[in-house]
C-alpha cells in the first residue's frame, strides 16, 4: 500500500487566497483526520471523518476553515481567505476500526 | 480534562540510552503511544502500552508506565544517529484506535557524536 498521500507537499501563497489540501487515505480505512502542526501550538486535531461523515470539528480555527470528504477515497481542507497565521503543516492521517492512525507526509503552507 | 506533556529538548550520546519523559492528566486513558516524527515527514507509530500493563519492550524500545503518577517513559537502547527525530506521547481513551488522540509537545532528540 502506498500509504496516506498528501498533495501538494508544499504550498506557497499570498494571503487572501483560496488554499485547497488534498488526501487520499489508505485504502479500506473508514476513518480520516486533518492535524495542523505549528511550532507553538504543537499537533492539533481539527476535524475527522468516519465513513465520510464529519464526526467532530470542534478543532476547525473558524469558517474560513472547510473540509469535506465526498467519498471514500479522497478528502479536502480548504482555506478560504488564507492568512499568515495559517502557516503551518498540515497532517492527513487514516485509520481501520480498531486500528492506529496512519499519517501522510504533509503539506507545509507558507501564507505571506 | 486532557493534557499530555514533555519536555522539548533532549541530547544523547551516541551509543548511550535515550529516556523520553511525558505526563498526562487523564486517568480513564486506555491506551498511551509512542510516536516518532523525522525531518519533513509525518507521525510514526513506534509501540503503544495498554493502560492495565507497566512495562512493555520491543528490541531497544522498552516503554514504562506509572499509571499512579500518570507519567509514560521511552527507554531508547543504545542510540544511533537514525534516532534523532521528535518523539510525541499520545493518549486515547476508550479503547485501542478510538477516534481521538491527545497529542503531547514532542521531544526533539538529538543525537551526539
Known amino acids: 500500500d502506498a500509504g496516506v498521500i498528501q498533495s501538494p507537499r508544499h504550498e506557497v501563497t499570498e494571503m487572501g487566497q483560496e488554499v485547497t489540501l488534498r488526501c487520499k487515505p489508505i485504502?479500506?480505512?473508514?476513518?480520516l483526520f486533518w492535524y495542523r502542526q505549528t511550532m507553538m501550538r504543537g499537533l492539533e486535531l481539527l476535524i475527522y471523518?468516519?465513513?465520510?461523515?464529519?464526526?467532530?470539528d470542534s478543532g476547525m480555527p473558524e469558517d474560513r476553515f472547510s473540509a469535506k470528504m465526498p467519498n471514500a477515497s479522497f478528502s479536502t481542507l480548504k482555506i478560504q481567505p488564507s492568512e499568515p497565521r495559517d502557516s503551518a503543516v498540515y497532517f492527513c492521517?487514516?485509520?481501520?476500526?480498531?486500528?492506529?492512525?496512519?499519517f501522510g507526509p504533509g503539506t507545509r503552507l507558507l501564507v505571506l | 480534562g486532557e493534557d499530555v506533556e514533555q519536555s522539548l529538548f533532549l541530547s544523547v550520546r551516541e551509543g548511550d540510552s535515550s529516556v523520553i519523559n511525558c505526563t498526562y492528566t487523564?486517568?480513564?486513558?486506555?491506551?498511551l503511544y509512542w510516536y516518532k516524527q523525522e525531518p519533513g515527514a509525518g507521525l510514526q507509530l513506534l509501540t503503544y502500552?495498554?493502560?492495565?500493563?507497566d512495562m512493555k519492550q520491543d528490541q531497544r524500545l522498552t516503554v514504562l508506565l506509572n499509571k499512579k503518577d500518570k507519567h509514560l517513559s521511552l527507554r531508547i537502547a543504545d542510540t544511533q544517529t537514525g534516532d534523532s527525530a521528535i518523539y510525541f506521547c499520545?493518549?486515547?481513551?476508550?479503547?485501542?484506535?478510538?477516534?481521538?488522540?491527545?497529542f503531547g509537545t514532542g521531544t526533539r532528540l538529538t543525537i551526539i557524536p
Open positions: 502500552i495498554f493502560s492495565n500493563m
Open positions: 471523518f468516519n465513513n465520510n461523515v464529519p464526526i467532530d
Open positions: 492521517a487514516s485509520k481501520g476500526t480498531q486500528e492506529t492512525q496512519y
Open positions: 485504502s479500506g480505512h473508514d476513518y
Open positions: 499520545a493518549e486515547s481513551i476508550l479503547g485501542f484506535g478510538n477516534e481521538k488522540l491527545t
Open positions: 487523564d486517568s480513564s486513558s486506555t491506551y
